[in-house]
Structures are given as C-alpha cells and as structure tokens.
C-alpha cells in the first residue's frame, strides 16, 4: 500500500506532493453542475464578469477536493478507515481556470482511537498553494488510520 499507516506518521512530517492539477474550466462547471450549485460566479460569465474578480471563480469545494486528493497517494490510500470530519477550512484566496494546485499535508496531531483500540486517529492540515505560491485553501482533516497489521 502507498499510504501509510498510523505508527508511520508523526506530528510535524509534511508531505509535499506531486504532480499539481490545472484546474480548466470543463472542471469548474461540470463540478458546479454536478453539486447543483447554481452559484452565477461559477457559471455565468458576464454576472462574474461584473462581479469582484472579473471573472469566474473556481467552485471552493472543488479546490478542497483536488487538494486532499493530490494528499491520498503518500497519506492515506489503502490505509484509511474513513474520514471523521474536516474542521477550520478556508479560502483566503480566489482560485481561477487555468491555475494549477499544488498541495502538501502535515501531520499535526495523532491518538490512539478511544472506542477503537485497533485503530488510530490522525489530524492532516492541507495546504493548497497556486502556481503563483499563494496559499488558496487550508482545510484539517480527522482520519481513522489503520495500524500495523489490522
């Protein structure tokens, strides 16, 4: 398995991954579509164009999305139970088509399960900078962790 298990992560090891992902704009408006969101932002080019940035903004579930999927193939694949929650997710900047994610994820707090002794659950911070360097999501995320041998 590629992700590793809970006794492989400790607090403060950070991951930056790669490739990054080219966010088009097929992306955006499929994602928005698919979610329902009728946000005009996402989807109506001249009410986005009179709006704040000037132009579409990329759908802000769909950066959480990539990002913790860029995460998944040196954290969690094959090694996660599931995921418990995200907490303190934000976007201090926009996203737009044509930029590209770049994601990296640190550890920054793990416990032995509580009510499932054969498990363990660890925090992940994920950071997602655009080319440009800007930090464009930050989102914690609870995952059970599987340990050795389970």
């Not at 001249?46 to 000037?54: D, I, P, Q, V």
């Not at 990329?58 to 860029?70: C, P």
């Not at 694949?77 to 907490?87: C, K, S, W």
């Amino acid at each position: 398995m590629a992700g590793k298990v809970f006794e492989e992560l400790e607090v403060g090891q950070t991951f930056r991954h790669q490739p990054g992902r080219t966010i088009t704009e097929a992306d955006n408006v499929f994602f928005t579509c698919l979610t329902m969101n009728p946000q005009p932002l996402h989807l109506d080019f001249h009410a986005a164009s009179k709006a704040e940035f000037g132009k579409p903004l990329v759908n802000s579930l769909l950066t959480l999305g990539i990002t913790v999927g860029l995460s998944v193939g040196e954290t969690t694949l094959g090694t996660t139970v599931g995921n418990l929650g995200f907490d303190k997710v934000e976007f201090p900047k926009p996203v737009f088509h044509g930029d590209t994610i770049y994601a990296e994820t640190e550890v920054v707090d793990k416990r032995e399960s509580r009510s499932r002794p054969q498990w363990g659950i660890v925090t992940f911070e994920h950071r997602a900078k655009n080319q440009h360097g800007d930090v464009v999501m930050v989102a914690r995320r609870n995952a059970m962790m599987r340990k050795r041998g389970t």
